[in-house]
């Protein structure tokens, strides 16, 4: 069974998409050639060798920590949706699934960085290359299982309320440590840099201190380092066979865990989408300058952002991490930065919704069958995310270019307002555009199931809306300069795009109803070669409007 699954697995390699991995692949292998290379100038006495462990203890933390940053993100090829309902015993078919794991880019680019260690054993001898290629076995072992049995318990917690709330704050932890995790060295090396003055704080990499260098050998990621020393140095048996056998035996554990949970999931029956709350008629939102009909959506919006699993947790990632990245520059010399944060908040709201018509999934039958609806829908999506993510950003800036004086403040507010306006505008049309179509919106009860990859999106996005923030400072000049052009920007943002969005979805929405309906994103790929679609539903129309189950 385990061979069968390896060239499942290697067809799904060969015949499946290759961007994302290709371009992981790549830098992933740069990334490692640095650290080879690192270890080399260690034996020339260039840089200390405590400096290689700092890189491996990071590296490993990439495993531990990289499922946390994308909770909902499936690191298997090979889905368990595939296979639960196999009449094979669970605890079986996930042993044999357990080792198709140890394959991948993940691994690849690790055994590639964690080669270091044969480089740092070299002068020991033959031997103590050898001790080195097992550390290297061994620790790869180690980290592949951590990596994977963490993401099996993040995916295990999303299916509970308190763990889509952890799921929350880790994920904005993650990602505020990705954005303003840099601020403090920035802010050591230039610390009068809000003061206009450019005078660097000169670093020196001399020897990693003896305390900081024991402490990273005795972790879990640096048990190879420490054995691969302990060989080349003549340690004796003990420090080199006490390593590998702790990395084998916690791997071990690991990998039992993993098939565990793994088993689990496959005896449990899919459960079905049921409503928390009954269903009451309320009083909808009752905006200015809006028709009844995009009330009615704005009310229909909010209330989705609120209770849909899959949004819920990127409507408190997207608020969590901007306040996290507060918190990070406040605890430097930098405060002139914190206006920056709202900005962010813009970037970051445009991001989380970029998904929205696949998540609402084969609903979408009501709009391309109700005559005036689909502007209606646009423009109301657009104002809900102006409530949810536009105006609490542009507000964040003002309330912390108050609260410093930061001369960076009127740029932040404008640049907190072209933000505003392109993820305001942009995230429908690319909801449109790049949709990510994974389970239905009426069988996703919990935000563990696969509700699709954003991540095209987010990344086509993410280089759109940053510009717009940066532009205002960039043009404006004075701060009364920056808010004019942050507003100008946003009145041809959303005077533009919404009409391109309604046409948009004028023309292939039938299209992108098929695709969700299917789960084939082909029927989509169809209708971007075609000028236009028929008026008429589709088979799948009427397949989704019977509540039929795709």
């Given at each position: 069974?385990?061979?069968?699954?390896?060239?499942l697995?290697?067809?799904?390699f060969?015949?499946?998409p290759?961007?994302?991995?290709?371009?992981s692949?790549?830098?992933g292998?740069?990334?490692?050639?640095?650290?080879?290379?690192?270890?080399?100038?260690?034996?020339h006495?260039v840089?200390?060798?405590?400096?290689?462990a700092v890189?491996?203890?990071?590296?490993g933390?990439?495993?531990l920590?990289?499922?946390?940053?994308?909770?909902?993100?499936?690191p298997?090829v090979?889905?368990?949706?595939?296979l639960?309902?196999?009449?094979?015993?669970?605890w079986?078919?996930?042993r044999?699934l357990?080792?198709?794991?140890?394959l991948?880019?993940?691994?690849?680019?690790?055994?590639?960085?964690?080669?270091?260690?044969?480089?740092?054993?070299?002068?020991?001898?033959?031997?103590?290359?050898?001790v080195?290629?097992?550390?290297?076995?061994?620790?790869?072992?180690l980290?592949?299982?951590a990596?994977?049995?963490?993401?099996?318990?993040?995916?295990?917690l999303?299916?509970?309320?308190a763990g889509?709330t952890?799921?929350?704050?880790q994920?904005?932890?993650?990602?505020?440590?990705?954005?303003?995790?840099?601020v403090?060295?920035?802010a050591?090396?230039?610390?009068?840099l809000?003061?206009?003055?450019?005078?660097l704080?000169?670093?020196?990499?001399?020897?990693?201190?003896?305390p900081?260098?024991d402490?990273?050998?005795?972790?879990p990621?640096?048990?190879?380092?420490g054995?691969?020393l302990?060989?080349?140095?003549?340690a004796?048996?003990g420090?080199?066979l006490l390593?590998l056998?702790?990395m084998l035996?916690?791997?071990?554990?690991?990998?039992?865990?993993?098939?565990?949970?793994t088993?689990?999931?496959?005896?449990?029956?899919?459960?079905?989408?049921?409503?928390?709350?009954?269903?009451?008629?309320?009083?909808?939102w009752?905006l200015?300058?809006?028709?009844?009909?995009?009330?009615?959506?704005?009310?229909?919006?909010?209330?989705?952002?609120l209770?849909?699993?899959?949004?819920?947790?990127e409507?408190?990632?997207?608020?969590?991490?901007?306040?996290?990245?507060?918190?990070?520059?406040v605890?430097?010399?930098w405060?002139?930065?914190?206006?920056?944060?709202?900005?962010?908040?813009?970037?970051?709201?445009?991001?989380?919704?970029?998904n929205t018509y696949?998540?609402?999934?084969?609903?979408l039958w009501q709009?391309l069958?109700?005559?005036?609806?689909?502007?209606?829908?646009?423009?109301g999506?657009?104002?809900?995310?102006?409530?949810?993510?536009?105006?609490?950003?542009?507000?964040?800036?003002?309330?912390?270019?108050a609260?410093?004086?930061?001369p960076l403040?009127?740029a932040a507010?404008?640049g907190?307002?072209?933000?505003?306006?392109?993820?305001?505008a942009?995230?429908?049309?690319?909801?449109?555009?790049m949709p990510?179509?994974?389970?239905d919106a009426?069988d996703?009860?919990?935000p563990g199931?696969?509700?699709g990859?954003?991540?095209?999106?987010?990344m086509?996005?993410?280089p759109?809306a940053?510009?717009?923030?940066?532009?205002p400072?960039?043009i404006?000049?004075p701060?009364w300069?920056?808010?004019?052009?942050?507003?100008?920007l946003?009145?041809?943002?959303?005077?533009?795009?919404?009409a391109?969005?309604?046409?948009l979805?004028?023309?292939?929405?039938?299209?992108?109803?098929e695709?969700?309906?299917?789960?084939?994103?082909?029927f989509?790929?169809a209708?971007f070669?075609?000028?236009?679609?028929p008026?008429?539903?589709?088979?799948?129309?009427?397949?989704?409007r019977s509540?039929a189950?795709?």
């Amino acid at each position: 069974m385990t061979r069968t699954l390896f060239a499942l697995k290697l067809r799904l390699f060969r015949n499946g998409p290759h961007d994302e991995r290709a371009f992981s692949l790549v830098t992933g292998l740069i990334l490692a050639a640095l650290v080879i290379s690192g270890a080399s100038l260690t034996t020339h006495g260039v840089i200390h060798e405590g400096w290689i462990a700092v890189a491996l203890t990071l590296w490993g933390g990439m495993w531990l920590f990289g499922p946390l940053a994308r909770p909902r993100h499936d690191p298997s090829v090979i889905s368990r949706e595939w296979l639960r309902g196999y009449p094979l015993r669970s605890w079986r078919l996930a042993r044999a699934l357990s080792w198709t794991e140890l394959l991948g880019t993940g691994p690849l680019i690790t055994l590639a960085c964690l080669s270091s260690l044969v480089v740092l054993a070299a002068p020991g001898g033959t031997a103590a290359m050898a001790v080195a290629v097992a550390a290297m076995a061994t620790q790869l072992y180690l980290l592949v299982w951590a990596g994977r049995t963490v993401a099996a318990l993040a995916a295990w917690l999303l299916q509970t309320r308190a763990g889509m709330t952890l799921a929350s704050v880790q994920t904005a932890l993650v990602l505020a440590l990705s954005f303003a995790g840099w601020v403090p060295v920035a802010a050591w090396l230039l610390p009068r840099l809000g003061e206009g003055e450019t005078a660097l704080v000169t670093p020196t990499a001399g020897r990693l201190p003896e305390p900081m260098a024991d402490v990273l050998a005795a972790s879990p990621t640096g048990w190879g380092y420490g054995a691969a020393l302990a060989a080349r140095d003549g340690a004796g048996a003990g420090p080199v066979l006490l390593p590998l056998a702790a990395m084998l035996a916690l791997g071990a554990v690991l990998q039992l865990c993993w098939i565990a949970l793994t088993a689990r999931a496959l005896r449990r029956p899919p459960r079905q989408a049921s409503a928390r709350r009954p269903a009451v008629p309320g009083r909808g939102w009752s905006l200015p300058f809006t028709t009844p009909q995009v009330d009615a959506v704005v009310s229909r919006e909010l209330v989705t952002w609120l209770r849909d699993p899959a949004r819920g947790v990127e409507l408190r990632t997207a608020w969590l991490t901007p306040l996290l990245m507060a918190l990070i520059i406040v605890s430097t010399d930098w405060s002139w930065a914190l206006p920056l944060a709202g900005p962010a908040a813009a970037v970051l709201g445009a991001m989380v919704a970029i998904n929205t018509y696949a998540l609402d999934g084969t609903a979408l039958w009501q709009l391309l069958t109700t005559p005036g609806a689909l502007k209606a829908d646009v423009r109301g999506r657009m104002v809900a995310w102006a409530l949810l993510f536009g105006l609490p950003s542009i507000a964040l800036a003002a309330v912390l270019w108050a609260a410093t004086g930061s001369p960076l403040g009127g740029a932040a507010v404008g640049g907190a307002i072209a933000a505003a306006a392109v993820g305001c505008a942009g995230a429908p049309l690319l909801a449109l555009m790049m949709p990510a179509v994974g389970t239905d919106a009426r069988d996703r009860v919990h935000p563990g199931q696969q509700a699709g990859d954003p991540t095209g999106g987010q990344m086509t996005i993410f280089p759109v809306a940053v510009p717009a923030t940066i532009l205002p400072g960039f043009i404006g000049g004075p701060w009364w300069g920056s808010l004019l052009v942050g507003v100008l920007l946003a009145a041809v943002v959303l005077g533009v795009t919404p009409a391109l969005t309604v046409r948009l979805l004028q023309q292939r929405g039938t299209g992108l109803l098929e695709a969700m309906a299917t789960r084939d994103t082909a029927f989509l790929h169809a209708s971007f070669r075609k000028k236009g679609l028929p008026d008429r539903p589709s088979d799948a129309l009427r397949h989704s409007r019977s509540g039929a189950t795709p």
